[in-house]
């Protein structure tokens, strides 16, 4: 077939929660989902074996004949350079060759892969927040603080496919220790687990329900709960250091903020963009915007097609 009647990309984007797939057109349009739930606490090959059902799901589509390649958007770290996955969230995945067996899968067309961060930061880009922005950060605030770069109009994943990832800037020289080895990081203080955590230690209480996450803790806020709202503040105080040291090295001229933390709306935004201002002094980054992501949940899959795209020398 004429490489220009293929002119769809197929993509996965891989969670601790879910696996889905897509495929997607020029434009960003996804014409086909395919999705299986994460058996994330089972060993490996388990796990591949629902990639495999979501890969199948879309192969059997009369589309598939247009697919050119196939992108990956997963959890991390990942290491595009060797194809190579361990996600946090997923144990049975250590240095696992998920290219590879997803490139078998797909009878040796091109696969690219890279973190969650950069797909959600390729899709806001291509079709988001960021369209039209040269230089732009965006972030994922959830489970995890995830992110990525674009870098003078084009996304810049790094030559692992995890730049950007500020979840593990530190921010608090003297803080708790991070899972990832370090002190005081970005994800330890304005994750939703660590932001919930933070109120209930300063005394916050849940309601009847019992329901101590993140949401309920901005419900709080929202609705005057000074913890609560303290809670957030710090978060929103976290966010502001990481963004303003990477404006201060990038140069960026835009945040863009999404992931389930990011629903909190002003509960998070306004402490956000007051608290930038302390941070964000120099000339060159004062003018910085932060902004909510507008892609929600198709970021994932929409990301990882823009970014394969880009991978291929196509300008999405």
């Not at 601790?16 to 020029?26: F, M, N, S």
């Not at 019992?210 to 309920?216: I, K």
């Not at 945040?255 to 933390?261: D, E, K, M, Q, S």
């Amino acid at each position: 077939m004429p490489l220009m009647d293929q002119d769809l990309l197929a993509a996965l984007d891989i969670g601790g929660t879910k696996i889905a797939g897509a495929l997607v057109d020029g434009d960003g349009r996804l014409l086909l989902r395919a999705q299986r739930p994460t058996p994330s606490r089972e060993p490996g090959d388990s796990v591949m074996r629902a990639v495999a059902e979501v890969i199948d799901e879309l192969r059997d589509a009369a589309e598939w004949r247009r697919v050119a390649a196939l992108g990956i958007g997963s959890a991390g770290p990942v290491d595009g350079r060797r194809g190579t996955v361990s996600p946090v969230n997923i144990p049975g995945w250590r240095d696992y060759p998920l290219v590879a067996r997803v490139r078998e899968r797909v009878g040796g067309m091109p696969v690219n892969l890279v973190g969650d961060g950069v797909a959600m930061t390729a899709a806001e880009h291509w079709q988001g927040a960021a369209r039209g922005r040269d230089n732009a950060l965006c972030m994922v605030v959830s489970t995890g603080v995830g992110g990525g770069l674009v870098l003078g109009g084009r996304l810049h994943p790094g030559p692992t496919g995890n730049a950007g990832h500020i979840g593990h800037i530190s921010v608090d020289l003297d803080g708790d220790p991070c899972p990832c080895g370090a002190r005081g990081c970005v994800e330890g203080i304005a994750s939703g687990p660590n932001i919930a955590r933070r109120a209930l230690a300063e005394g916050w209480r849940p309601g009847p329900g019992g329901d101590a996450s993140a949401a309920a803790v901005a419900a709080a806020a929202r609705a005057g709960d000074p913890v609560a709202a303290a809670s957030f503040e710090r978060a929103a105080r976290a966010l502001a250091a990481g963004i303003a040291a990477t404006a201060a090295l990038a140069e960026i001229e835009i945040a863009v903020i999404g992931g389930g933390v990011a629903q909190a709306g002003e509960v998070l935004f306004a402490p956000l963009r007051r608290t930038l201002g302390e941070y964000a002094t120099l000339s060159f980054v004062r003018g910085l915007q932060v902004v909510p992501a507008v892609m929600g949940t198709d970021a994932g899959l929409v990301g990882a097609a823009a970014a394969c795209r880009e991978a291929l020398g196509r300008t999405p």
